[in-house]
């Protein structure tokens, strides 16, 4: 099936900087997600990107699907930025499928 | 419009014990799907419905089930609890092969 990756696995941080995540993905895929985990355990849906690049204020990321990988930067990094971040993408039954494989994440901690 | 919510957002239960997990989706979505979260295995997807029919299921044992109701509630069950199933469980709800939006899950403790 299908392997996700993401890099870092580990990221610390100083309030202010700027990140890259990467998400590396072994097949084609029809779409991506990214989230961020929040401490209490909730998946927030940052972006939904099968392709080309979005942004939303500090955040923004970028698809490229005829390589296989997905970028999420982070800007001017705060300290509530911290937790865990998840790439995602669906299994391809070849057709519509809900089914979505996590990557392994990448832990942020962003220092005062 | 309401987000996805789960109930209970917290469980105590023994070994051997069984319990029952409920989620309710986003409304007009008729898909719901649920992963276990555990951290030597990450986010793993147990099943997912559509329209009151199990479209696909994860890799888990016969222990783990799960239905969907008519109004796109989703439950899901564990009998015979194993101190293993203490994880984080997340449902998540969508139109049918779109973006999908994640409740904040029931977190199960066996003891």
């Known amino acids: 099936g299908i392997q996700v990756e993401q890099s870092p696995p580990d990221l610390i941080l100083q309030e202010g900087a700027n990140s890259t995540l990467r998400c590396n993905f072994s097949?084609?895929?029809?779409?991506l997600q990214w989230f961020h985990q929040n401490p209490w355990g909730q998946l927030i849906n940052l972006f939904y990107?099968?392709?080309g690049t979005k942004q939303n204020g500090r955040l923004s990321a970028t698809t490229v699907a005829t390589e296989r990988y997905s970028l999420l930067y982070i800007s001017s990094s705060q300290t509530t930025d911290s937790g865990v971040y998840f790439c995602?993408?669906?299994?391809?039954?070849?057709?519509?499928?809900?089914?979505?494989?996590f990557g392994t994440g990448t832990l942020l901690a962003v220092q005062p | 419009k309401a987000g996805v919510t789960q109930t209970p957002r917290y469980l105590i239960k023994t070994r051997g014990q069984q319990v029952t997990l409920s989620c309710s989706p986003i409304?007009?979505?008729?898909?719901v799907s649920w992963y276990q979260q555990t951290p030597g295995q990450g986010l793993q997807f147990l099943f997912e419905?559509?329209?009151?029919?199990?479209?696909n299921k994860g890799n888990f044992p016969g222990r783990f089930s799960g239905r969907q109701f008519s109004n796109s509630r989703s439950e899901m069950n564990v009998s015979t609890l194993e101190l293993g199933d203490s994880a984080l469980y997340l449902c998540?709800?969508?139109?049918?092969?779109?973006?999908?939006?994640f409740g904040p899950g029931t977190r199960l403790t066996v003891l």
């Open positions: 998540a709800s969508s139109l049918w092969g779109a973006e999908q939006f």
């Open positions: 097949d084609s895929v029809n779409n």
């Open positions: 990107i099968p392709s």
């Open positions: 995602a993408v669906p299994v391809n039954y070849g057709g519509a499928t809900n089914k979505l494989i």
């Open positions: 409304s007009g979505h008729r898909s």
């Open positions: 419905y559509f329209s009151e029919t199990q479209r």
